[in-house]
């Protein structure tokens, strides 16, 4: 039997759907959502990116702007254009692209985001809530993970999840909330000694390691659900996932296509933030109101 395909592409086609219809309450009752994305660079991938998310605002409804700098812009002019955007009300997300250029430190520039306006989730204030399971804005990619699993109808609870990755952005996270669904959770990474004698435990196996073709057949378990969070572009032209796609389908009972899975969630997800800011912003003007 071949796997079942999640497609990441079909559910974020019905998220945004959904959040349209949010955005257009929202603008009945005089608020805009809007979400700025700050690139240093022109690297081709991240212009990509943007280009995804400006489309899925656009359709949403949510006001995009895109500030672009060159590659030499100074740290410090990077921070005073997020404290300018902290400020700004009709600002309800920021999101800084990543990579950044090396002579900028991420983590200064992450921390100096509002937490209210961290719609991409890294901040370590969201990172902490998400770690004790209270309700704030989720990184994107691990809950477009989430999303796509449940989507499928596929039980967590219980189930024995194996992470391979262990970045700030995907790993991390993608197994903290899992396992606040209950899963058992196993992180694999570069010094794992004999990875596959553990990725073959795997229930959920998610794989978030940027090398294309990394896991085989042999890593994977009979029905196991197979989660390719790779983005690897080939000489070709071609992109290509983590997990070598054609030999999950034969063994897994799910996988997420490349493209068209996990990247068009991680897109969705950050629009579902922005309009859930944009609903916490006009819930705290109510209150003030009232006040
Ligand atoms: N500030 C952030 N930077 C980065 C993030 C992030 O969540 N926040 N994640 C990645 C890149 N990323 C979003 O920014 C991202 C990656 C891939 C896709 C996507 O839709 N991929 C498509 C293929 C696109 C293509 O043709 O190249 C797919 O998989 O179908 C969206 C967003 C690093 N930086």
Redesign the pocket.
């Known amino acids: 039997m071949t796997a079942s395909i999640i497609s ?2 079909e559910l974020a086609q019905e998220k945004r759907k959904q959040l349209a219809q949010e955005v257009k309450e929202l603008k009945q009752q005089g608020v805009v959502p809007g979400l700025v994305v700050i690139l240093v660079g022109d690297h081709p ?2 212009i ?3 280009k ?2 400006q489309k899925a605002s656009e359709e949403i409804g949510v006001a995009f702007t895109l500030e672009h700098f060159p590659e030499s812009m100074e740290e410090k002019e990077l921070l005073d254009v997020i404290e300018k955007y902290n400020h700004d009300e009709s600002c309800h997300g920021i ?5 950044l250029p090396d002579h900028i430190q991420e983590k200064a520039v992450i921390e100096k985001i509002s937490p209210l306006k961290d719609v ?1 989730g ?1 901040h370590p204030l969201n990172i902490g809530q998400m770690m004790i399971g209270e309700d704030t804005f989720l ?3 691990p809950a477009g993970i989430v999303e796509m699993i449940k989507s499928a109808n596929i039980e967590i609870a219980g189930k024995h999840v194996v992470v391979v990755g262990r970045s700030n ?2 790993g991390k996270p993608v197994g903290i909330l899992l396992l606040n669904e209950h899963a058992t959770v196993t992180y694999c990474h570069s010094r794992t000694p004999d990875l596959k004698e553990v990725t073959k435990q795997a229930d959920i196996l998610v794989v978030a390691v940027g090398r294309a073709n990394f896991i085989t057949g042999e890593h994977i378990k009979e029905n196991a659900v197979v989660i390719d969070v790779g ?1 690897n ?1 080939l000489e070709t032209g071609k ?1 290509c996932g983590d997990v070598v796609f054609e030999d999950a389908k034969q063994i897994a009972s799910h996988i997420t296509p ?7 969630m ?2 969705t997800m ?1 629009a579902h933030n922005v309009v859930k800011s944009a609903r916490n912003s006009a819930e705290r003007l109510q209150v003030s109101k009232e006040l």
Do not use: H, N, W
């Not at 999101?95 to 990579?99: F, G, R």
């Open positions: 990441g592409k991938a991240s990509s990116y943007i995804g998310k999101l800084v692209q990543l990579p991409d890294f990184p994107c990619t952005i995907v983005v572009r992109l490349v493209p068209g899975g996990v990247g068009p991680t897109i950050l």
